[in-house]
């Protein structure tokens, strides 16, 4: 009689033993979750392969249930995501024993940048402040037809509408890309001036100097020179300047930016390539975290956070209330880097718009709400996310002494990887819109991208997500912007990034943040290159200083050449 008795306290053992088995796989995946690395960015495919224009846009075909722009599943009750990006195309990565990623080799274009050569009259300047603003070919913008016009639709997401052409537009006497409108006047000696149609100077080519000034629509001025030794110097008032100088790394060519911002004196490292014949220069971190910590900087954490900026009662928060608004709570590291680079960019504007005296320019629409909506800083989220599965490819390649492929670092890969993409503006910048009128973008402005350029474009045809409006472009609008100029933007978002997770390393565990694992505890790795690049001058502050003043001759000479001329208007 004691039989089936024996029988049930035997099943409801094994019972009870599978759900505490079950529970600890459960807590055992979720513990390892937060560490495992990022999957890999998707290849740089070979240039024959380079995806084709297409009209219709190219995430339809991805695999049903998946965001079809971005990845991750937007979470609309909240700012949340709830899966992994879905990675698509080419992949030369799988993972290996131990958590990381190991990768083979596939084709690449050459990486060789053009020499380098003195400055010319025709040397092209951008108009991004710490730019890339020399274009040693002294190409333009290669006119492109078939390229669809992307939007945002109600969920927030890129749609492409029917194909636009991108006027052709004259280069101006910097060389860069100018609107038909503009008044150009090639002046005695080498030297040129350029005019908006309201009479207002836009651009000034001083050949004697090697000097090239750009008026942007925002009010400011940006100085660049280029000097016989190859170096270059850049200022902006209210802006920190900096003095680039290359240098060679196992036969590669690098370049510092030694960056002087009001007695704080930092550098950066970049990269030189060739993309589309025109000399690019992508960042290069100089250090890198363990796997660890990249896993836990791109899975999402175990628990909403809710984290205090300390800026609330900053001027620069009340200026840009229309616009910005940071996230209530943070599941993922990601939303808290998307608000720590937007913020440090808005901070950034409204500090050089007070000393620049250019603010009342910059003042944005006042809006009910914030116009960067929660879907576009989503976007923005997604591609922190990519950006910091890419850091973690490099990481793990500079490790194993294999040396970084700048193109499928650089712009080169976002173009050809057949995904969407958004650019952040990290500085004041003037584009032309479909129209062919100039218009201007500014820090913390949004950019989508649905279909590639041309083979052998030197410019891309993006849309406007979201801006500031009053003398900005306005949202959804169609804009040209050149190959450069998108190269700094993804360099500013990389650096910015790069900051936050010095940021998330040095906090974690405090102010709400979540700890970190102790393999996401360990003291970074120094690139190499870094140790070999020649130090920041002494004196750049002053080299700097003295180029405003410089400008301000140049304005002066020029102006009375062009009206000796008969060419004052």
């Given at each position: 009689?004691?039989?089936?008795?024996?029988k049930?306290?035997?099943?409801?053992?094994?019972?009870?033993?599978?759900?505490?088995?079950?529970?600890y796989a459960?807590?055992?995946?979720?513990?390892?979750?937060?560490?495992?690395?990022?999957p890999?960015?998707?290849?740089?495919?070979?240039?024959?392969?380079?995806?084709?224009?297409?009209?219709?846009?190219?995430?339809?075909?991805?695999?049903?249930?998946t965001?079809?722009t971005?990845?991750?599943?937007?979470?609309?009750?909240?700012?949340?995501?709830?899966?992994?990006?879905?990675?698509?195309?080419?992949?030369?990565s799988?993972p290996?024993?131990?958590?990381?990623?190991?990768?083979t080799?596939?084709?690449?274009?050459?990486?060789?940048?053009?020499?380098r050569?003195?400055t010319?009259?025709?040397?092209?300047?951008?108009?991004?402040?710490?730019?890339?603003?020399?274009?040693?070919?002294?190409?333009?913008?290669?006119?492109?037809?078939g390229?669809?016009?992307?939007?945002?639709?109600?969920?927030g997401?890129?749609?492409?509408?029917?194909p636009?052409?991108?006027?052709?537009h004259q280069?101006?006497?910097?060389?860069?890309i100018?609107?038909?409108?503009?008044?150009?006047?090639?002046?005695?000696?080498?030297?040129?001036?350029?005019?908006?149609?309201n009479?207002g100077?836009?651009?000034?080519?001083?050949?004697?100097?090697?000097?090239?000034?750009?008026?942007?629509?925002?009010?400011?001025?940006?100085?660049?020179v280029?000097?016989?030794?190859h170096?270059?110097?850049?200022?902006?008032?209210?802006?920190?300047?900096?003095?680039?100088?290359?240098?060679?790394?196992?036969?590669?060519?690098?370049?510092?930016?030694?960056?002087?911002?009001h007695?704080?004196v930092?550098?950066r490292f970049?990269?030189?390539?060739?993309?589309h014949?025109?000399?690019?220069?992508?960042?290069?971190?100089?250090?890198?975290y363990?796997?660890?910590?990249?896993?836990?900087a791109?899975?999402?954490?175990?628990?909403?956070?809710?984290?205090?900026?300390?800026?609330?009662?900053?001027?620069?928060?009340?200026?840009y209330?229309?616009?910005?608004?940071?996230?209530?709570?943070?599941?993922?590291?990601?939303l808290?880097?998307?608000?720590y680079?937007?913020?440090?960019?808005?901070q950034?504007?409204?500090a050089?718009?007070?000393?620049s005296?250019?603010l009342?320019q910059q003042?944005?629409?006042n809006?009910?709400?914030?116009?960067l909506?929660p879907?576009?800083?989503?976007?923005?989220?997604?591609e922190?996310?990519?950006?910091?599965?890419?850091?973690?490819a490099?990481a793990?390649?500079?490790?194993?002494?294999?040396?970084?492929?700048?193109?499928?670092?650089?712009?080169?890969?976002l173009?050809?990887?057949?995904?969407?993409?958004?650019?952040?503006?990290?500085?004041?910048?003037?584009?032309?819109?479909?129209?062919?009128?100039e218009?201007?973008?500014?820090?913390?402005?949004?950019?989508?991208?649905?279909?590639?350029?041309?083979?052998?474009?030197?410019?891309?045809?993006?849309?406007?997500?979201?801006s500031?409006?009053?003398?900005?472009c306005?949202k959804?609008?169609?804009?040209?912007?050149?190959v450069?100029?998108?190269?700094?933007?993804?360099?500013?978002?990389?650096?910015?990034?790069?900051?936050?997770?010095d940021?998330?390393?040095?906090?974690?565990?405090?102010?709400?943040?979540?700890?970190?694992?102790?393999?996401?505890?360990?003291?970074?790795?120094?690139?190499?290159f870094?140790?070999?690049?020649?130090?920041?001058?002494?004196?750049?502050?002053?080299?700097?200083?003295?180029?405003?003043?410089?400008?301000?001759?140049s304005?002066?000479?020029?102006?009375k050449?062009?009206?000796?001329?008969g060419?004052?208007?």
């Open positions: 009689m004691k039989a089936p008795t024996t049930r306290v035997s099943l409801l053992g094994f019972t009870l033993l599978f759900c505490a088995c079950s529970l459960a807590d055992d995946k979720k513990k390892t979750q937060s560490t495992a690395p990022p890999p960015p998707p290849a740089r495919p070979a240039p024959q392969a380079a995806p084709a224009r297409q009209q219709a846009p190219a995430q339809t075909q991805r695999p049903a249930g965001n079809t971005y990845g991750p599943t937007v979470n609309r009750s909240g700012p949340t995501t709830n899966s992994m990006p879905t990675r698509t195309g080419p992949t030369t799988r290996m024993a131990g958590g990381g990623i190991t990768t080799n596939h084709p690449t274009t050459s990486t060789a940048t053009p020499a050569s003195a010319t009259t025709n040397q092209p300047a951008n108009n991004r402040a710490g730019g890339n603003l020399s274009n040693p070919q002294g190409k333009t913008a290669t006119p492109q037809t390229a669809s016009s992307p939007r945002p639709n109600q969920a997401r890129l749609v492409a509408t029917q636009h052409p991108v006027a052709p280069a101006g006497v910097t060389g860069r100018s609107p038909q409108s503009n008044h150009v006047v090639h002046l005695a000696g080498g030297n040129g001036l350029e005019r908006r149609p009479g100077i836009s651009n000034i080519h001083d050949a004697k100097r090697g000097l090239d000034i750009h008026h942007n629509l925002n009010g400011g001025r940006q100085v660049m280029s000097r016989a030794d170096s270059r110097v850049f200022a902006e008032r209210g802006r920190p300047g900096f003095i680039e100088r290359p240098y060679s790394f196992h036969g590669h060519d690098f370049a510092t930016r030694s960056y002087y911002d007695g704080h930092y550098q970049y990269r030189g390539y060739a993309f014949g025109v000399a690019l220069q992508v960042y290069a971190p100089v250090h890198y363990s796997v660890g910590f990249y896993g836990w791109y899975h999402p954490w175990g628990a909403p956070v809710v984290f205090s900026w300390g800026w609330g009662a900053s001027p620069w928060v009340g200026f209330g229309g616009y910005f608004a940071p996230y209530p709570v943070y599941a993922t590291p990601s808290w880097l998307t608000d680079m937007i913020s440090n960019d808005l950034a504007a409204y050089a718009g007070q000393e005296g250019t009342a003042q944005p629409d809006n009910p709400a914030p116009a909506s879907e576009v800083k989503q976007m923005v989220a997604n922190v996310q990519s950006e910091l599965a890419l850091e973690n490099e793990q390649q500079t490790n194993q002494n294999v040396e970084v492929d700048p193109a499928s670092s650089g712009i080169s890969r173009l050809g990887d057949g995904n969407n993409h958004v650019f952040v503006v990290g500085s004041s910048l003037d584009v032309i819109d479909d129209s062919g009128a218009c201007a973008l500014s820090d913390g402005d949004v950019l989508g991208m649905t279909s590639p350029p041309a083979p052998d474009a030197t410019a891309v045809s993006l849309t406007v997500l979201s500031k409006g009053h003398r900005e306005s959804s609008a169609n804009v040209t912007v050149a450069d100029d998108l190269q700094e933007m993804q360099n500013h978002m990389r650096e910015t990034i790069d900051r936050g997770l940021q998330l390393q040095a906090k974690q565990g405090k102010n709400g943040l979540p700890a970190a694992p102790p393999s996401a505890q360990v003291a970074p790795t120094k690139a190499a870094a140790e070999v690049a020649p130090p920041p001058d002494p004196n750049g502050a002053n080299d700097v200083s003295q180029q405003l003043k410089n400008a301000d001759q304005e002066q000479d020029l102006t050449q062009a009206a000796a001329s060419n004052s208007n």
